[in-house]
């Protein structure tokens, strides 16, 4: 075993784990970043989700578009321009009980003054066959998990679409489509949906849209050279079966936040996303942040995780520099243990004792 004492820690090497590296190196804080190996059955690659995506046309900077791997390969030779650290391992442990936070690998006892969390979500995906990625299905060729990312795509313009999932994504992403697509078929698998009233409206609304209930996708079909060209449908109470014919799938039944790691030490919401402060990327425990898709189930964007990366790197930085970071709750707190009150009238110290926050009052207590 070995010890790896650093001051930043940074777990997951998508957007928000890379730009939080390209902050702290340069802020000289000698980051280490761990990344998972690439695994498909797990769902890890280094680089995160980008990495499954062909052509990025959304992130600022690059008007003809680049392609997911490429822009991640940027951002990574960027972090390392600045001496970034990398660790390619799984984390097997975290205790965030007391600072330094120590992680646990097969090799290595890592302690870090400040961690931050940046392991991404992952799309849920039927396990259907034709889902997987290319080349053993239509996964990038057809087959999305990111109306956002893919819908605006040359392949998908003015063509029939398909879109699985009864919740908020799902008919957020249908209705996106249907700025490009020709119509899109919502398959659902029960007749009433999750989603919230108004985005059923909206959804209900929208012509181009047409609900085929009670259904799963039992196959997606094409050619490697077409691409996606239909999907086999089976009706969940008759069990009937037939083809509908489709240029592109798209599976929109909810993300898994990355963060079974630290169940029971980071405060979370009912789905597993870390609570941050949202002004900050500061969780319940002083000196650990997230960043990225980690503590965000609304945006999900890369250039939204980039930004969150940055803001952590910065929270890091201040925490190291001793000064005060917001907390979820509205107070802050300094890495000696001092929480300053959400009205900024008062400091309570690590002992408990409360004195006043303004130099004046604290003057005339002393004398
Ligand atoms: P949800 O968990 O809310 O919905 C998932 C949907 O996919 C459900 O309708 C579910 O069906 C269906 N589904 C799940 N697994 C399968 C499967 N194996 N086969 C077929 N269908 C399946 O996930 P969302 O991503 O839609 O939303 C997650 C959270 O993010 C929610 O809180 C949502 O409100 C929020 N959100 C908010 C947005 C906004 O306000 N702009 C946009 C997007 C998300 P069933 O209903 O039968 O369980």
């Not at 002083?286 to 890369?302: E, M």
Request: glycine residues 10%; aromatic residues 6%; charged residues 20%.
């Amino acid at each position: 075993m070995r010890t790896l004492d650093r001051e930043v820690v940074i777990i997951g090497s998508g957007p928000a784990g890379l730009t939080a590296a390209i902050y702290s190196a340069r802020a000289n804080l000698k980051p280490l970043l761990i990344d998972a190996p690439p695994d498909a059955a797990r769902q890890t690659t280094p680089g995160g989700q980008l990495m499954i995506t062909t052509d990025v046309e959304n992130y600022p900077g690059f008007p003809e578009g680049i392609q997911g791997p490429d822009l991640m390969a940027a951002f990574r030779k960027q972090a390392e321009r600045f001496g970034t650290e990398f660790l390619e391992e799984w984390i097997t442990e975290v205790d965030l009980s007391e600072r330094p936070f120590q992680l646990q690998t097969a090799d290595y006892v890592i302690n870090a003054q400040t961690l931050i969390i940046a392991t991404g979500a992952s799309a849920k995906w039927l396990g259907i066959p034709g889902e997987a990625k290319v080349p053993k299905g239509f996964g990038g060729n057809g087959v999305s998990a990111c109306a956002t990312c893919d819908g605006p795509l040359p392949g998908f313009r003015n063509k029939d679409l398909v879109v699985v999932g009864g919740g908020d994504t799902a008919m957020e992403e249908a209705t996106f489509l249907t700025r490009y697509a020709s119509k899109v078929n919502l398959v659902h698998r029960r007749d009433k949906l999750r989603a919230s009233k108004i985005m059923q409206d909206k959804a209900f609304q929208n012509p181009k849209i047409e609900f085929i209930w009670n259904t799963g996708v039992q196959e997606i079909l094409g050619e490697p050279e077409t691409g996606v060209t239909g999907v086999r449908l089976r009706h969940l109470h008759t069990n009937k079966e037939h083809l509908l014919p489709t240029a592109g799938v798209f599976i929109a039944i909810g993300h898994k936040p990355n963060t079974d790691l630290f169940k029971g030490q980071l405060d979370m919401d009912e789905v597993g996303y870390i609570k941050t402060s949202h002004r900050s990327t500061a969780t319940n425990v002083p000196g650990v942040f997230a960043c990225g898709d980690v503590q965000d189930a609304t945006y999900r964007q890369a250039v939204t995780a980039a930004g969150t990366g940055c803001m952590a790197a910065l929270d890091a930085e201040r925490f190291l520099d001793h000064l005060p970071v917001l907390m979820p709750g509205g107070d802050e707190v300094t890495m000696e243990g001092e929480h300053i009150t959400a009205d900024h009238q008062a400091i309570i110290e690590p002992d408990g004792s409360m004195v006043s926050n303004h130099p004046e009052t604290l003057a005339a207590q002393k004398k």
